[in-house]
T-cell receptor, first 113, second 113 residues
């Protein structure tokens, strides 16, 4: 079974609207990473969350990690065409780095003008 | 800082041939990760180097896959006797210290005919 579940799988949003993407784990995480990927390209690091209840913002993107460190959300305010792409959450399950990250399947975001 | 580079960007090969990919991490980064990403999926962790030491290789998909990082600088990923199921994007990432996976390269897209 998929260790990280992302929802929704795809999202079509009108430009200027807000949106939220969710990432859920069945196990407590050591850390949670959010990345953005353009089709056919590498991943761009957005944010890392490690503490329960932590919230970080960068420009119009805000990411939160719940107190139990099992669920994270990514919120985009006033979406723009540049926000289009695939958003991936990656989990650091044990800390230390030797296991790399376990990723969800991604959320495909389309911004309609 | 020129980022993580990967070569080649695209590789088309015939089934049964050997292929080798190269990753040049950010120069001061001591950690290097290899991932594989198939269509519609998130990246899948393959192996991890800390400096020149390969600290995790059990996730390499089969004994046809091998990776090296001589002198703790660039890394190579080799696939022997390629199969059609090896067709995927191969991603490299590097980081420094406690960050599990920070900067990804653009990837090498492998097509096995």
């Amino acid at each position: 079974s998929q260790e990280l579940e992302q929802s929704p799988q795809s999202l079509i949003v009108q430009e200027g609207k807000n949106l939220t993407i969710n990432c859920t784990s069945s196990k407590t995480l050591y850390g949670l990473y959010w990345y953005k990927q353009k089709y056919g390209e590498g991943l761009i690091f957005l944010m890392m969350l490690q503490k329960g209840g932590e919230e970080k913002s960068h420009e119009k993107i805000t990411a939160k990690l719940d107190e139990k460190k099992q669920q994270s959300s990514l919120h985009i305010t006033a979406s723009q065409p540049s926000h289009a792409g695939i958003y991936l959450c990656g989990a650091d399950r044990r800390g230390g780095g030797a296991d790399g990250l376990t990723f969800g399947k991604g959320t495909h975001l389309i911004i309609q003008p | 800082d020129t980022g993580v580079s990967q070569n080649p960007r695209h590789k088309i090969t015939k089934r049964g041939q050997n292929v080798t990919f190269r990753c040049d991490p950010i120069s001061e980064h001591n950690r290097l990760y290899w991932y594989r990403q198939t269509l519609g999926q998130g990246p899948e962790f393959l192996t991890y180097f800390q400096n020149e030491a390969q600290l995790e290789k059990s996730r390499l998909l089969s004994d046809r896959f091998s990776a090296e990082r001589p002198k703790g600088s660039f890394s190579t990923l080799e696939i022997q006797r390629t199969e059609q199921g090896d067709s995927a994007m191969y991603l490299c990432a590097s980081s420094l210290g406690g960050v599990v996976a920070g900067t990804f390269g653009p990837g090498t897209r492998l097509t096995v005919l």
